[in-house]
């Protein structure tokens, strides 16, 4: 058997793992500031739930989706994304009825059949929010700042963040405006790779994200969008920057941020930073997608959120030189003189974990020496020390591994003595 992981993923060992925990921990904490509860749905789904949702012509949809056919010969996709699951699953559930509001937010790992490389997984790890039910332009603002706040909160530098904000129009402007990149990319079509050129016929928006310098120069030329918003668009696209200046969120306004998902309309946002990240500098985007909850027969219900990267934060963290705090693995070790005490020393260690007191020993039989080096591996600060004399007069040891005093305890006070000596 082939005993590594598939290419484009990776196991989370401890040190990794506990770096998504406490990603978790702070969004959590964030996200109930702003009023979102936790939602889990599931890791696959019927395929036209992303289909329709992300759109055919999406990189997505068309070449990374992980498809195939249970057995009783249902199209199932692996999600690439969170969003078409939470809207499918509010929409199944009645959560927006009447207008309610529903704020919703989750975590948990995606895929994507892309050409892995640093930051781009085939399995990656998001947390996202998604409110839905308002159109307000504050809930944009409010969804904006809480990605902000998130990035700003694990430590990552307001100065080495670039938050880039757009508007992609709707029903009403955003058709004349496909065409319109379409027309141009039809009449530039030699100077455009074949890619490009294709896209012309598919989604023109996507060639604004080519990355090949031709292109980008050809590009620049392009109608923007900003130029073609409907009125309603542009107001609302307006007070969305009102309400950022207002909170003090800095943004850079960026006409040919598209995103790679067909359900947006309106604002569109994207972090990037340009430390220890490479091409894939995006540790998080998001948007407004009105149009979604229509798409799967519902009724209008807005609708916007985000979503972030763990694998690029991380990194992003790193680059920033922020450490993730390792607690201690145990406050206690509780070390035996020799085997005959054994029986003692498991139940004193049981009755310590009881009381809530992180407590290890050992159980491989190692010298009381050994013991000794593990209990300061594991960032132990106190040592119970029990031998077959201490067991006798119903005593202990109780060793402060800072100061390096030692006294004795009887062991009917163990619990209470080892917890107000480590206060
Ligand atoms: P997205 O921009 O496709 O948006 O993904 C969000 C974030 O997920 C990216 O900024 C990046 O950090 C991370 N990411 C995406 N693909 C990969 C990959 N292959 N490997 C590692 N990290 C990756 C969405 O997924 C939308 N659902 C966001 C959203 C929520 N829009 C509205 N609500």
Known sequence: MNAQAPKGTADMLPAVARAWEHMQRVAQELFARYGYE????????????????????????????????DKAGRSITLRPEGTASVVRSALEHNLTANGAQAKLYYAGPMFRYERPQKGRMRQFWQIGIECLGSDGATADAEVIT????????LGIPAGSMRLLLNSMGDEQCRPAYR??????????????????????????????????????TVMADAPLLRDALCDACAAHYAEVKTHLNGLGIPYVEDSTLVRGLDYYTRTVFEIQVDAGLGSQNAIGGGGRYDRLMQEYGGPPTPGLGFALGFERTLLALEAAGVDIPAPPRADVFVARVDDS????VFALAQRLRDAGIATELDHQGRSLKSQFKQADRLGARRVAVVGPDEIASGEFT????????????ALSEAVAAVTASLV
């Not at 809480?146 to 909160?153: D, G, Q």
């Not at 005490?341 to 003692?344: G, K, T, Y």
Request: with cysteine.
């Open 179 to 216: 065409d319109s990149v379409a027309a141009f990319i039809r009449a530039r079509s030699a100077e455009l790779c074949d890619e490009c050129v294709r896209r012309a016929e598919s989604n023109p928006l996507r060639a604004f994200d080519c990355k090949k310098d031709g292109c980008r």
């Open 398 to 409: 109780l060793r402060d591994m800072e100061s390096k005093q030692e006294r004795r305890v």
């Open 341 to 344: 005490v054994l029986a003692e």
């Open 146 to 153: 809480v990605l902000w706040r998130y990035f700003e909160t």
């Open 38 to 69: 936790p939602v889990y749905t599931p890791l696959f789904e019927h395929t036209d739930v992303f289909t329709r949702g992300i759109g055919e012509a999406t990189d997505i949809v068309s070449k990374e989706m992980y498809t195939f056919e």
